[in-house]
């Protein structure tokens, strides 16, 4: 492939929240140019937690790509070990460790909430911490301030990480808050950056807490819309099933109907081309095709369970070509 020149703007942007879109960026990480990729994280799931600044979703692709990432969880680090928390338990109360950090992640932490405390932008810091970790490719928060997602539910208003971890998705979603608005800052290079590429790709994400949270800034849903013809979103669920996390009974607490169709239809007004699981051709191909394009997407079926890294690489490759 040619050489990309480093001023050159990337040629895949790929909107993601945590693991499902960690997986696909590293299929784009290992077949294309990492030069060539630029990734739009969720930072809803932001918390502050022990006066420290902790970005899950960003993280998580970051220890991915960069190969530290703990292997069962696809969070946190590889080998990590967790006295520091057990000894902040101490001083906190026994209830201190819901939210699971290593010694080494709080490495992370620590140096991102220093440099935050001195004045640098999150994009900055974490522009920092890819170069620092030998990440190749760009990868931007969604805003500069902190915007956690919070949830109303059953057990009261809670933050996002409480809801996922703390309470294992237990509580019922009445309504969720999002932090995204007009006012919010978007770091720089990303306006040019979306306007120069040639793909813009929504990762297998959860489509609510996950990649909503970024939309509810105007700018992207604006941006999206208007560059509709290069953006493909490929599906979350298969075959009725999401890979990882709530978003099937999301889907329905939100009315939607909880499948990879529901999800197109969520994401109808700014994507031209989705790709669905293969697994979900019963009927007729060309029926389930014609149903999509009635509604203005192109629609591809394809292998989209990413269980390998050869797997990753295939689907990253199949729309990198569409
Ligand atoms: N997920 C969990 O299920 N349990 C945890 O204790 C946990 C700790 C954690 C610490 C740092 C970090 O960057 C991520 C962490 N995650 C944990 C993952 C995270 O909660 C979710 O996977 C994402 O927020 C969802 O995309």
Partial sequence: MEKM???QTPKYVIFSGGIGGAKLIEGFYESVDPREIAVISNT???IIQFGLRICPDIDIVIYTLSNMVNKKHLWGLEGDTF????MLKTFYGAGADWFHIGDKDFATHIYRTEMLKKGYKLSNVIQNIIDKLKVK????PMAEEYIP???ETDLGTLHFEEYFVKYQTRPKIRKIIYGGSNDVMIPEKIDSTLSQCEKIIIAPSNPFLSIQPILEIPFYKEILKKNKKKVIAV???IKGRAVKGPTISNMKSMG???TSWGVAKYYQEFISKYVFDESEVMADLDIIIEKYRKCGIEAFPYDTLMNSIKKKKMLATFIARL
């Fill in 149 to 151: 997602t919070r949830l």
């Fill in 137 to 140: 490719c760009q990868i931007f």
């Fill in 235 to 237: 599906t979350p669920i």
């Fill in 256 to 258: 939607l109907e909880p």
């Fill in 44 to 46: 809803g799931d932001d």
């Fill in 83 to 86: 006295s520091c928390l057990n």
């Fill in 5 to 7: 020149q480093d001023n």
